[in-house]
Structures are given as structure tokens and as C-alpha cells.
């Protein structure tokens, strides 16, 4: 608890300010429960979006950011972002995780086809579809992913702009997206769009996080973050998607086909008539309630395993001061300010940060100066901490590589 309450106060806690309301997707509802309020700790925007509000709608239980920035706010965060982002990435999708969302395209409507796919990034998914026999069409917002699609794969028809302006008279037998309804200000009208642009017989896929999967999670705050405004559950994009005029769908969840987690993909068919969903008032409070339950549960979790964390690092104190050198935190997230909150800073010694991210390094964080891991032998570290909970077996790989002794390195979260 001491932990997360020194990790909260680094983050200044400044008041929301200028946030906006969005009305419930799902039910229209314009009533919520606020549940947590979190610290935003992604360096890249913390000033300006120094909070996550995380809430239940009252009406259906969906959970939800709310309030957040208004889009117009958030599509500037975005811009700022996108060359950092798309210039520190390879391909957007890898090569199995492309190869599972082409078999399950093949499955819903084989070629010969047209197929749309929103918010398609690099272009990498689009390229394997075109190679199966599928014509293929491409719309994405982001300039610098637009560029990078057209210059890894000349002659791909990329559009760049915003789905809800895209324009195309003939349509198409599958609507693809994946990973991007959670960011969507509208999703009634981003799916309304995707079912308008579907020929007869044809069907939409996409992917997205599930919120059941992740929050069963002690550390999911990378889910819990300023771009996710909906927090849908298997349950409750059932509901939606039945109130924006598609047919039953079918539900896929975490498998191999994905390098995300803790995602679930959708296949669905427009149909005639809007499904209705949840029309017992009973339900209605009662998944409201299993809403509020899962969310307290999680963040109880995630505070145990933050506490946890922060007594491993008071056991780490004694050995490091035995040690000449500095103190290095591989991994300047989240993970690792919460490191420097629990006392990291108080040792007497040198502390540093460093990280993969090519946009941290250079910078500090925290006033911690961030350096590129090949720079860590240099340092001559004491102790180099891996600081992520996702990626703690490749940073160990990673250091060993760079030749540091495996008694100097200490796992964070790894068992
Ligand atoms: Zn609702």
C-alpha cells in the first residue's frame, strides 16, 4: 500500500481538469459508478493526462474511462505519438499472429473477396490477406503508419484518414479491425459504419481486449491506460453488437492465436433486426454489480502484488549496500517508478534507469536519467533490477548477453 501511495504522490495527482463525459455505448446510459481514479505513468504524456478514471455505467455495467480527454485532446496525444511509436516497431502484427487472423478471414468468407481492414497500421495483416487472393483496402489515421504501409509494401491500397470519413460504393465481404474498438469515441458508430459498408452475405472480424481475462491479472494497468475507453467483457460485447444490428456472434478467446493475451476475437453477420440485450431490470443490476466486483477485486490484487514488490526491494537494500557501483532499473514504466517510489532512491548510491524504448533513452524519468542497455556494462552496476512483469525472462537473456555476471541481476517480479 505505501508503495502504490508513494508511486501516486511522484505523480503530482493534478486535478481532472477539461475531461468530457461519453455517454454509455452499449445501454445510452449517461450515468456511472467511478470506481478508481489511477496515475497515468506513461512518461510520454503524464502532464497531460496525469489521471485514468476508471467507472461502471449504472445502466448496464460496462466498464468504462470516464470522464476522459475529448477526442480532439486525445487524437493531438495521438499525433504526437504515432512517429515514436511507429518508428520503434518493426511489423505491427507477427508473422503466426497475422497467419491466425488470415485463417479465421478464410473461415468466415473465403476469396475471391474485398476486404476492408480499419486501422490497419503497417499494413502487414493487409499484405497477407492480398497474398491469399483477398482485394484488399486499407484505412488508417495515423500519416506515419500510412507512410511506413506504403513503403514496406508498394502498391497496397492504403487510405489514410478516419473511418468514419472513409467512402466506398461497391463494399465489402469482410470488415476487419483489430485492437481498435477500445480506442473508438463511438463505437455504435464505428460498428453502424462496418455493418453499412458489408455486401449481402458478408461478415465482420475483429479483435479486442476482454476485460474478464485481464482483470483476473495482478498487473493490468497496461490495460487500464488514457487510450482505452471501453473495457468490454464477452457478455457485454454480445449485448452491443446485438444493438447495433448483428446477428449472434461467434466469440473466440485467448489461444495461441494471439501475441496479445489477453484478447478475444469476434465473428459476426449483420441482421435484420437490432437484438435487444438486457431488458430485466434484475440483470441490469446485477451486472452492474459483477462490473463494481471485478474491478475492487483486481485492484485489491494489484495492491498485494505492489506491496509484495516493494518488500522485495527493502530485501535487496542490505546486498546492494555491500556492493560498490550503482543501481540500475532495467525498464523505466510503470514497473520501475514504482521501484524508485519504494525507497530505491534512498540507498546512497547512484541510481539509473534503462530501457529498450528508443524514446526514453536520453531522457530521464523522474529525474532519473534513462540509458540504452548497451550502455549498462559501463555503468559497472552493483545490481541490475528487472523491472517489467511482462518481459523479465528476455531482459535477464538480454543482460547476460551484454555480459553481466547473473549474481548482479535481480528479478522483480519473476518467481
Ligand atoms: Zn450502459
Not at 475483429?206 to 485481464?214: K, N, R
Not at 466486483?293 to 549496500?321: C, Q
Not at 532499473?329 to 514497473?335: H, L, P, R, T, Y
Amino acid at each position: 500500500m505505501a508503495a502504490l501511495r508513494r508511486a501516486q504522490a511522484m505523480t503530482g495527482r493534478l486535478p481532472s481538469t477539461g475531461k468530457v463525459w461519453l455517454p454509455c455505448p452499449v445501454c445510452a446510459g449517461r450515468g456511472f459508478e467511478p470506481c478508481r481514479t489511477l496515475p497515468n505513468l506513461d512518461p510520454n504524456v503524464d502532464a497531460e493526462v496525469p489521471e485514468i478514471a476508471v467507472s461502471v455505467c449504472r445502466g448496464c455495467g460496462l466498464i468504462c474511462q470516464n470522464p476522459c480527454v475529448p477526442r480532439a485532446r486525445m487524437e493531438r496525444l495521438y499525433a504526437r505519438l504515432e512517429d515514436k511509436v511507429t518508428a520503434g516497431r518493426s511489423e505491427s502484427v507477427t508473422e503466426a499472429e497475422g497467419l491466425g487472423r488470415l485463417e479465421a478471414v478464410l473461415r468466415l468468407h473465403p476469396p475471391p473477396a474485398r476486404l476492408l481492414e480499419a486501422g490497419c497500421s503497417d499494413g502487414a495483416f493487409l499484405r497477407l490477406a492480398e497474398d491469399a487472393g483477398y482485394r484488399v483496402v486499407g484505412v488508417e489515421p495515423s500519416r506515419a503508419s500510412c507512410a511506413k504501409a506504403r513503403s514496406l509494401h508498394p502498391g497496397l491500397d492504403v487510405r489514410c484518414g478516419f473511418f468514419d470519413d472513409f467512402k466506398d460504393e461497391a463494399g465489402f465481404d469482410v470488415v476487419c479491425h483489430f485492437f481498435v474498438l477500445e480506442h473508438v469515441y463511438d463505437p455504435k458508430g464505428f460498428l453502424t459504419r462496418t455493418r453499412g459498408l458489408l455486401r449481402a452475405g458478408g461478415a465482420a472480424l475483429f479483435e479486442l481486449p476482454d476485460v474478464e481475462s485481464y482483470a483476473r491479472l495482478p498487473f493490468a494497468n497496461s490495460y487500464f491506460t488514457y487510450q482505452h475507453l471501453w473495457h468490454f467483457s464477452r457478455s457485454s460485447i454480445n449485448d452491443f453488437l446485438g444493438k447495433c444490428r448483428f446477428g449472434p456472434i461467434r466469440l473466440a478467446g485467448r489461444s495461441a492465436w494471439s501475441s496479445r493475451p489477453y484478447g478475444m476475437r469476434v465473428a459476426a453477420r449483420p441482421s435484420g433486426a437490432s437484438r435487444s440485450g438486457r431488458t430485466e431490470d434484475g440483470r441490469e443490476e446485477s451486472a452492474r454489480a459483477r462490473s463494481v466486483r471485478l474491478l475492487n477485486a483486481y485492484f485489491a490484487r494489484r495492491e498485494d502484488a505492489l506491496e509484495a514488490v516493494a518488500g522485495r526491494v527493502r530485501a535487496w537494500l542490505p546486498r546492494v549496500r555491500r556492493r560498490p557501483g550503482p543501481v540500475v532499473i532495467f525498464g523505466a514504466g510503470e514497473n520501475g517508478r514504482i521501484l524508485l517510489a519504494a525507497g530505491l532512491a534512498k540507498t546512497g548510491r547512484d541510481v539509473f534507469f534503462c530501457d529498450n524504448g528508443r524514446d526514453l533513452q536520453g531522457t530521464s524519468v523522474d529525474g532519473v536519467p534513462v540509458f540504452s542497455p548497451d550502455g549498462v556494462p559501463g555503468l559497472k552496476p552493483s545490481l541490475v533490477i528487472a523491472a517489467s512483469s511482462d518481459y523479465e525472462d528476455d531482459i535477464v537473456r538480454q543482460l547476460l548477453g551484454l555480459g553481466i555476471n547473473r549474481s548482479r541481476i535481480a528479478r522483480l517480479y519473476g518467481c
